[in-house]
């Protein structure tokens, strides 16, 4: 599905990668990322729709790292806002600096600011700090944001987000500036189930369920980090990998805390440390290096008793 915009076709395919090596604009390392080709459809329908993409799926399975990889492949800026408890809905647009205007106010009642300076306070708008959706309404060319989270937030925070995510503008109360998306950026908004979402807000969105990697896609994952990486280590490292998914799960449930794709990596990266044939040992026994996979006390004490004399 292919739109034009602004003179500029998009279409996201999943297939444009970073090279080894390559960095990002805050000069972080850039790995690949392998979408399946559900969730590229999923993408290019919110592009189309210009509607905000929900993301759900278990922590770990990609959904925030989404946003990189489209706004990598189509060449676009990233915004990401990362939801906390505390976040109001509002931050994503402006937050307005009354405070600071007080206080060079009562610099300027003590002849403390040049004329210059004096000048600022009466323009209400040197006081607003934009946000990332405040900033993404602004530019000429789309742009990518990243709502990381959002059930992170209070139940409000969701509805408080409507009509700015739905018509794409908002006024900044303060000054009364209207501010309208010259281009609708694409939105987005990632969600960890912790909370139900709003039916209002959810009308709004698409929505795409990540699923977990099975064993050939985990494998072309974890290749694509360590693409030097021996093919005997790195089936043995999946395999007893999913072996640990498949245990946690027996007890756990479908909505307990499994092992995750981000912390299979980081496995893989301490197993690479060490002699392949070691390794390949361990990985016959216990699970080596298992405080890399396994998080809580409660899990460490299943495992043992599960893998009781395994050595």
């Keep these: 599905m292919v739109e034009t915009i602004g003179r500029q076709f998009l279409e996201y395919t999943g297939k444009v990668q970073p090279k080894l090596g390559e960095k990002g604009a805050n000069g972080q390392l850039l790995y690949p990322y392998l979408p399946s080709s559900e969730l590229v459809e999923a993408v290019n329908l919110a592009i ?31 915004e990401a806002w990362y939801i906390k408890s505390t976040s109001r809905a509002q931050d994503g647009l402006y937050t307005y600096d009354a405070v600071g205007r007080l206080r060079d106010a009562q610099l300027a009642a003590s002849g403390r600011l040049t004329a210059e300076q004096i000048l600022r306070i009466d323009d209400p708008s040197s006081y607003v700090r934009w946000g990332p959706l405040g900033r993404a309404f602004q530019q000429e060319k789309r742009i990518v944001v990243l709502i990381d989270e959002i059930d992170k937030a ?36 990632t969600s ?28 072309e994952i974890v290749n694509s980090h360590f693409p030097a990486a021996p093919q005997a280590l790195l089936d043995k490292a999946v395999t007893r990998f999913l072996q640990l998914r498949q245990e946690m799960g027996k007890y756990k449930g479908e909505a307990g805390k499994k092992v995750s794709t981000s912390e299979l990596i980081d496995w893989f990266r301490v197993l690479r440390r060490y002699p392949e044939d070691e390794v390949l040992a361990k990985l016959e026994g216990k699970i080596p290096y298992a405080g890399v996979l396994l998080k809580s006390w409660d899990d460490h004490i299943r495992y043992l008793s599960q893998n009781r004399g395994r050595e």
């Design 48 to 78: 189309y729709l210009e509607r905000p993409l929900l993301l759900k799926g278990e922590p770990g399975c990609g959904k925030t790292l989404l946003a990189s990889a489209v706004a990598y492949e189509l060449n676009l800026k990233l």
């Design 192 to 219: 960890n189930d912790e909370k139900d979402l709003p039916d209002a807000f959810l009308r709004r969105c698409l929505f795409h369920y990540v699923e977990f990697p099975r064993s050939e896609r985990l494998i």
């Design 154 to 189: 209070d139940i409000d925070f969701p509805n408080d987000l409507l009509l700015e995510l739905d018509q794409k503008r908002f006024i900044v109360e303060e000054t009364g500036q209207e501010i309208q998306a010259k281009v609708a950026p694409m939105v987005l908004i």
